[in-house]
């Protein structure tokens, strides 16, 4: 079942400094992607629905494996499987038994996360972040490493009794502000986890600025060594030369709910719950070597915590890049994800998060000079995690027990889309001599027509000769009497058109020969689409460019 869901809004969101004076001088948040400055042409977003059936989803991730699968961890102990398409009725992991998780809607306890290590296929071993329920442990937090018995024939179930305990963080006496994300630095391979403040109000201990706890950090740890089984502290860290936990990689947090690295650049995004002011999203550089200090709790956000006015912020202080009233119906930032994905241009780079509360999903983009934010959609969901699969599709869950957590996928509406273009050809082999016939078929699924003008560009390569007069197609402008097969035309109204042309085997090369399409409109994006022939011998690649 697919449902949609068109809340639209356009309302600009405002980066300003609240109450309290802040005098600082620290370290800067270098932006991604420095471009050109000017207007963000922001996306148009909707979401549809992929799956229902979960009782209080918080996290969904992929394993990298090429199995093309979405995990989707539920609180109470158990992580489901979204496979082709499908729930599958056999949970991947059930450790329900040993997760502290009362059912409460407002309970923060539970298994919070899943992390799968670089080269996973090859390990089949996985790591969970989740609240112990067991005797002394009850209420602290555990990061664990789980395994899959029969990967080759069963890998949709893990053992439960596989556990191997990696990291035991004391929480008690209070059951908030757990954090719980886990995920692999896509350029280091080290595994980052984010524990909240240790709870109650207004952080008693002052944990997140107490560099003797881990507490209030984003910790960076080796789990891929081996040996020993828990972990090792990377050389790197940067408090290794300090009195400092060797853990910690930066500090000054409150209750991370949901970091994320951007999978092309490696940066690094943190979404930050507020105690009563301020929700906010906090941005590390791929670049940087850590010891960060994001201000909790003598800032939230971009203003004075305690004391409430003429704070001075601490050392290696980051401001966020953006931050928000807590203010109805805004409560509680969810981190999101840098949109990397191939089927919406628009929402290239963008960095999507949402409200828990309010169901509002904003977005962050940097123009070159200044971050940029929009307030995108309001939705009556309550968001409890955004998450990507293997392509780079982006995702939210809609955090509901008895059953009615559900999965949207985000996509933009508001502009073409040649991602279902496809190329084929018939018959696929064959001998020296015989002809063959290629179809190109270009589809805009998208919300809107293709206004601009696509350019289809083909260079046939030594081992196939065109044979004169049979490139067609029902409308549009094209040429075949030079070197290159062109075409070129505009898809609106109509959402598809087929071009078709045929070729001969030369014979004069063999083997596998490959044609290969990059289909380009303006506004629509680019994509790469291939049909290969076979003929016994060598292979050879046929390109196909569409401009």
């Not at 630095?185 to 944990?207: K, Q, T, V």
């Not at 909790?296 to 928000?324: F, H, M, Q, R």
């Not at 290159?484 to 898809?491: N, S, V």
Request: glycine content about 12%; some cysteine; overall charge negative.
């Amino acid at each position: 079942m697919i449902a949609r869901y068109p809340w639209k809004f356009g309302v600009s969101i405002s980066l300003a400094v609240g109450a309290g004076l802040i005098i600082w001088a620290g370290l800067v948040s270098t932006p991604p992607e420095a471009g050109a400055n000017g207007a963000i042409d922001w996306p148009e977003i909707e979401l549809v629905e992929i799956e229902t059936g979960f009782d209080y989803p918080v996290h969904i991730t992929h394993a990298g494996d090429g199995s093309g699968r979405i995990f989707v961890v539920e609180q109470a102990g158990v992580i489901r499987i979204i496979k082709n398409g499908t729930l599958l009725g056999t949970p991947f992991l059930n450790i329900s038994a040993r997760v502290n998780f009362s059912g409460n809607p407002n309970d923060e306890q539970g298994l919070l996360s899943v992390a799968f290590p670089p080269d996973y296929a090859s390990k089949n071993y996985f790591y969970v972040y989740y609240t112990s329920r067991i005797g002394a442990d009850d209420g602290d937090n555990i990061v664990a490493r789980f395994f899959v018995d029969d990967p080759v024939n069963n890998p949709d179930e893990a053992d439960p009794n596989s556990e191997q305990l990696v990291l035991h963080l004391e929480h008690q006496p209070n059951s908030n502000h757990n954090g719980g994300q886990l995920a692999f630095g896509p350029n280091d391979g080290y595994l980052y986890l984010a524990p909240g403040d240790g709870g109650s109000s207004n952080d008693p201990p002052n944990n997140a600025q107490t560099t003797s706890t881990l507490l209030g950090k984003i910790l960076r740890l080796d789990v891929e060594t081996g040996s020993p089984a828990t972990y090792t502290i990377p050389a790197s860290n940067p408090f290794t030369q300090t009195a400092a936990l060797d853990e910690i990689w930066a500090l000054g947090l409150r209750n991370p709910w949901r970091f994320s690295f951007d999978r092309q650049t490696g940066d690094l995004y943190i979404g930050d719950v507020g105690q009563g002011a301020r929700e906010e999203i906090d941005f590390q550089p791929a670049s940087s070597s850590g010891g960060e200090n994001y201000g909790w709790k003598i800032l939230e956000g971009t203003i004075c915590g305690t004391p409430s006015s003429g704070c001075t912020p601490p050392a290696n202080y980051v401001p966020p890049i953006a931050d928000y009233p807590r203010s109805s119906p805004d409560c509680s930032v969810t981190g999101g994800y840098a949109y990397r994905g191939q089927l919406y241009y628009r929402m290239q780079g963008v960095y999507f998060y949402g409200d828990f509360c309010s169901g509002r999903i904003r977005a962050l983009k940097y123009d070159g000079s200044a971050w940029q934010g929009l307030l995108l959609l309001d939705t009556p969901q309550s968001i409890s995690t955004f998450g990507e699969d293997e392509a780079g599709n982006l995702y939210l869950a809609h955090r509901a027990g008895s059953g009615n957590g559900a999965i949207y996928q985000i996509v933009d509406t508001g502009v073409a889309n040649l991602s279902p273009s496809t190329k084929t050809v018939s018959p696929t082999g064959g001998d020296p001599g015989q002809t063959f016939s290629f179809t190109i078929t270009l589809i805009n699924s998208g919300g809107q027509p293709m206004t601009q003008t696509t350019f289809v560009t083909d260079t046939l390569p030594t081992g196939l000769a065109y044979v004169p007069n049979t490139l067609t197609a029902p409308f549009g402008t094209y040429d075949d009497t030079g070197g290159l097969l062109t075409w070129q035309g505009k898809l609106n109204p109509t959402p598809t058109v087929q071009i078709t042309f045929q070729v001969t085997a030369t014979g004069e090369i063999t083997d596998a020969l490959q044609n290969i399409a990059e289909i380009e409109g303006q506004n629509a994006g680019r994509y790469t689409r291939s049909a290969t022939v076979f003929i016994p011998g060598n292979p050879i690649y046929l390109p196909v460019i569409f401009k």
